[in-house]
């Protein structure tokens, strides 16, 4: 687990990054499949800034991970060849839309763009998810050259998301308006969809760890090592998608959404440290 | 293009780390890193026949490595930033410090361990085949400073004759990077995958 605390900042990224980028995806849902007054999406657009707050601290704290980031500019050089250039390219799409559309529901000048503006948004979300998980997938790493860090990092996205989407609707003063119709169907399967991929991505990295192991580290002594964090990590998001369900169905009021954020934040970090915990590499690793 | 690499004669290495200490005194590294590292590898066990007899198939053998100057470098691959870089005329893997934002993909990805990335130093480190001695018509320091004559330095195809590229454990198949570190093998060398153990794992970390 030394590992995976030195990677602190790059987890505090992704954690915040996954949950920040999510919420977008569930806004979008809520605007295609519910009514808002005028005065519900004015308190939404404020309330907005908050994801996207969360999004901006992900990227600060990434900043802390590097050893010279004066030098930060030139991370899109190995575009197309490196997974990092790759993930912080389409990080930079996914913000410029982003703050795109917060600045213009601030301003009140969404309109008619609001669909189309949102939409852009979570695709590009659920790209970024993508390109979190892909960002590690180097072969001489066996237990990150899979598929299921991507798997991870859609689930905390969707689970993440719909928690933060939640709770900017419930504390806009919308979320009942919002469950109203199909969007409680659809905050609900972003839950648990977003759960089990989180869930099952962790479970089958972590059980697959046992089985690589180079000549100065053995998988089964990583994983022995993160097996409080993996339980922490599944118990936490097993409950943040309980404490969505309970927003959805009107349940528990805001606290509900409020501890589904918490409960996802805890379990995506526990999730994160988890990750960083079990590189191994094909040849000398310690 | 010129392809530089390494060739160590496991036949002639004694384990001193006389290359290890020479190149972290020329290139004034501190005590916590080591741009070269002498692995103690060692394996086997011990069986005691019917009649009380006790034989072994213990072995141990030393591998001297720094970077392996890869023809498909992992860290190069990794590298957002081109940073990390092979030089077009001599194959030489090293580090274009201004650029280096010190992410540490690099270190992540090498399967050798070469890179070194850390606040201090404040940008990725590693060997550079000591290019400003090779330039000069030297040796590189390790190279040189060898009591026993088991490290060559040249291109490739100037090396010594031996059994071709690094291909023992501790080390990871040969087709994931391609390492230009060559081999004459001692008798005790295990091939890639043997669950071989690091005696001075502390020493190399
Ligand atoms: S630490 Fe420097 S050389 Fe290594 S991958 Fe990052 S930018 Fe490239």
Redesign the pocket.
């Known amino acids: 687990m030394a590992t995976a605390f030195h990677e602190l900042p790059l987890a505090l990224f992704t954690t915040l990054a996954s949950i920040g980028a999510g919420a977008f995806i569930s806004l979008a849902a809520a605007f295609f499949t519910a009514k808002f007054s005028d005065g519900q999406l004015a308190r939404i657009d404020k309330l907005t800034l908050v994801p996207a707050i969360v999004v901006v601290v992900g990227f600060i704290a990434a900043f802390f991970h590097l050893a010279n980031p004066m030098a930060a500019f030139g991370v899109f050089g190995g575009l197309g060849r490196s997974p990092m250039s790759n993930e912080l390219a389409v990080a930079m799409l996914f913000a410029v839309a982003m703050a795109t559309y917060v600045i213009m529901g601030l301003a009140g000048k969404l309109g008619g763009a609001r669909k189309g503006l949102v939409c852009a948004t979570a695709v590009l979300a659920v790209l970024f998810a993508v390109f979190m998980g892909l960002a590690y997938g180097m072969a001489t790493i066996p237990t990150w050259s899979t598929p299921w860090p991507v798997a991870q990092m859609i689930g905390y996205a969707l689970l993440g998301g719909a928690a933060m989407g939640a709770c900017v609707l419930a504390f806009s003063d919308a979320l009942d308006a919002a469950v109203d119709g199909t969007f409680k169907s659809a905050l609900i399967a972003f839950a648990v969809i977003g759960a089990v991929l989180a869930v099952a991505g962790l479970a089958l990295m972590y059980s697959g760890a046992g089985s690589v192991s180079n000549a100065f580290v053995a998988g089964t002594d990583l994983a022995a090592g993160a097996s409080g964090a993996f339980y922490v990590a599944v118990a936490c998001l097993v409950l943040a998608c309980a404490a969505v369900i309970a927003a959805a169905l009107g349940k528990g009021g805001n606290a509900a959404s409020a501890i589904a954020v918490i409960l996802a934040f805890a379990g995506i970090l526990a999730g994160r440290f988890v990750f960083y915990a079990l590189q191994i590499s094909v040849g000398i690793s310690f | 293009m010129t392809q530089y690499g390494f060739f160590y004669d496991a036949t002639r290495c004694t384990g001193c780390k006389t290359c290890e200490l020479a190149c972290k005194d020329y290139k004034d590294l501190p005590v916590d890193f080591s741009f070269r590292h002498v692995y103690e590898v060692e394996g086997g066990s011990w069986q005691q026949d019917d009649a009380g007899f006790w034989t072994t198939d213990s072995y141990t053998y030393y591998l001297s490595m720094s970077c392996n100057h890869c023809d498909e470098p992992a860290?190069t691959h990794?590298?957002?930033?081109g940073?990390?870089h092979k030089d077009t005329d001599t194959g030489i893997v090293s580090?274009d410090k201004a650029?280096?934002?010190?992410?540490?993909?690099?270190?992540m990805a090498c399967p050798y361990d070469a890179?070194t990335?850390s606040k201090e130093i404040g940008?990725?480190a590693k060997c550079n085949g000591c290019a400003e001695r090779v330039a000069a018509g030297m040796q590189p320091i390790c190279v040189e400073a060898c009591s026993g004559r088991a490290l060559f330095f040249a291109p490739i195809d100037e090396l010594p004759s031996g059994e071709g590229r690094a291909d023992i454990a501790p080390l990871p198949a040969e087709d994931f990077t391609g390492p230009n570190l060559y081999l004459k093998k001692c008798v005790s060398m295990q091939p890639v995958a043997t669950d071989v153990a690091i005696s001075n794992i502390l020493e190399v970390m």
């Open positions: 860290c990794a590298c957002p930033t940073a990390m580090v650029k280096c934002i010190g992410c540490g993909y690099c270190a890179p990335v940008h990725s």
